[in-house]
T-cell receptor
Framework: EPEVTQTPSHQVTQMGQEVILRCVPI?????FYWYRQILGQKVEFLVS????????KSEIFDDQFSVERPDGSNFTLKIRSTKLEDSAMYFC??????????????FGEGSRLTVL | RKEVEQDPGPFNVPEGATVAFNCTYS??????FFWYRQDCRKEPKLLMS???SGNEDGRFTAQLNRASQYISLLIRDSKLSDSATYLC????????????FGSGTRLLVRP
């Protein structure tokens, strides 16, 4: 069964350092997402991406965040200068969304980011 | 007001019990509705979509009331493996299609 894969599974970094989280979405999917979940809290939307550009971003997704699809398979989330409050699980998701589809998002296993 | 509200629980039930979760959503423009399941420190996984006519998948039954903006999930004959957090999720089309998650209801099924 096709799946979304994410690396690394866990990253520990010092405050102020740059972090890149990587995702390989399901190959025939066109819509890509990043969500985050702070420990004990709900899953929150960060950004959606389609046709090589950001479709929508949340208030959380400030200038410290960026996304990129550098080649035909990877989808990355970069945090330029990490803060303590960036510590969370970051989930990548993809969808083949069409108006006739189920609308399901398929999630990767997540990248746990710990900022010290 | 939260866009998707759920009772956080936990619901602590014996094996074999029937348990019901409720959820309300505030945005009437919400288009699609889902229940996702999340195990501890794992990714959310789709349990089932929710349709206006109601739908059933084995021991799981989901209902949607658009007029009341209310979604429910019923689990019959609970198994130990049902222990997880159940996430009520609505989909909306703004600048893009996206899912909005509730905070989840935790279920513990005991032997």
């Amino acid at each position: 069964e096709p799946e979304v894969t994410q690396t690394p599974s866990h990253q520990v970094t010092q405050m102020g350092q740059e972090v890149i989280l990587r995702c390989v979405p399901i190959s025939n999917h066109l819509y890509f997402y990043w969500y985050r979940q702070i420990l004990g809290q709900k899953v929150e939307f960060l950004v959606s991406f389609y046709n090589n550009e950001i479709s929508e971003k949340s208030e959380i997704f400030d200038d410290q965040f960026s996304v990129e699809r550098p080649d035909g398979s990877n989808f990355t989330l970069k945090i330029r200068s990490t803060k303590l409050e960036d510590s969370a699980m970051y989930f990548c998701a993809s969808s083949e969304f069409t108006l006739k589809g189920t609308g399901e998002l398929f999630f990767g296993e997540g990248s746990r980011l710990t900022v010290l | 007001r939260k866009e998707v509200e759920q009772d956080p629980g936990p619901f602590n039930v014996p094996e074999g019990a029937t348990v019901a979760f409720n959820c309300t959503y505030s945005n009437s423009a919400s288009q699609s509705f889902f229940w996702y399941r999340q195990d501890c420190r794992k990714e959310p996984k789709l349990l089932m979509s929710v349709y206006s006519s109601g739908n059933e998948d084995g021991r799981f039954t989901a209902q949607l009331n658009r007029a009341s903006q209310y979604i429910s999930l019923l689990i019959r004959d609970s198994k130990l493996s049902d222990s997880a957090t159940y996430l009520c999720v609505v989909a909306r089309m703004d600048s893009s299609y996206k899912l909005i998650f509730g905070s989840g209801t935790r279920l513990l099924v005991r032997p």
